[in-house]
């Protein structure tokens, strides 16, 4: 069965350094999303991505953050200047279509830890 | 903003009996929910959904129920497995893709 993966599983970084988190979707998906859960909080939304551009995005989501799909197959979440705040597991997504919610397949999320 | 609740952090059932987890919001325009399982070291995972124009959906051990006037949902699972151990998390949507996640419920079934 496809699978979302998701590298690596855990990153540990100081803050202020930029960081990376790398996302494989399932091939023939066209959105991709990305979800962070801080320890012991729910799941919160962070972006949507469909045809090379940003389609949604949260609150959170402020000018640090940045998503790329440089090469057809990753999808990159970017941290720019780490905070201790975005120490959380970061889970990607996709999906055939973007209203069929139901059909997002998670991966098994990077733990990202600032120190 | 808390728009979807979750307020049992655990929950703990024997295996055969109904495990019972319950899910509350407060944005009315929130027309899709959905319930996800969440293994240790895994991402979640789709267990089923409901939209607001039916109040109940049931899959095989699995029934989630939708009470619009209360906005409360809640999923049946009967009869419950060692298996069906994990944290699930309530989600509801609305016009958008985004998604608002509960903060989970851990449930551990006991053989």
């Known amino acids: 069965e496809p699978e979302v993966t998701q590298t690596p599983s855990h990153q540990v970084t100081q803050m202020g350094q930029e960081v990376i988190l790398r996302c494989v979707p399932i091939?023939?998906?066209?959105?991709f999303y990305w979800y962070r859960q801080i320890l012991g909080q729910k799941v919160e939304f962070l972006v949507s991505?469909?045809?090379?551009?940003?389609?949604?995005k949260s609150e959170i989501f402020d000018d640090q953050f940045s998503v790329e799909r440089p090469d057809g197959s990753n999808f990159t979440l970017k941290i720019r200047s780490t905070k201790l705040e975005d120490s959380a597991m970061y889970f990607c997504?996709?999906?055939?279509?973007?209203?069929?919610?139901?059909?997002?397949?998670f991966g098994p999320g990077t733990r990202l830890t600032v120190t | 903003d808390q728009q979807v609740k979750q307020n049992s952090p655990s929950l703990s059932v024997q295996e055969g009996r109904i495990s019972i987890l319950n899910c509350d919001y407060t944005?009315?325009?929130?027309?899709?929910f959905l319930w996800y399982k969440k293994y240790p070291a895994e991402g979640p995972t789709f267990l089923i959904s409901?939209?607001?124009?039916?109040d109940k959906n049931e899959d095989g051990r699995f029934t989630v129920f939708l009470n619009k006037s209360a906005k409360h949902l809640s999923l049946h699972i009967v009869p419950s497995q060692p298996g069906d151990s994990a944290v699930y998390f309530c989600?509801?949507?609305?016009?958008?893709?985004?998604?608002?996640f509960g903060t989970g419920t851990s449930l551990t079934v006991i053989p």
């Open positions: 989600a509801a949507s609305g016009t958008g893709n985004q998604f608002y």
């Open positions: 991505f469909y045809n090379n551009e940003i389609s949604e």
């Open positions: 944005n009315s325009m929130f027309d899709y």
């Open positions: 091939s023939n998906h066209l959105y």
């Open positions: 997504a996709s999906s055939e279509d973007s209203r069929e919610l139901d059909e997002q397949y």
């Open positions: 409901i939209s607001s124009i039916k």
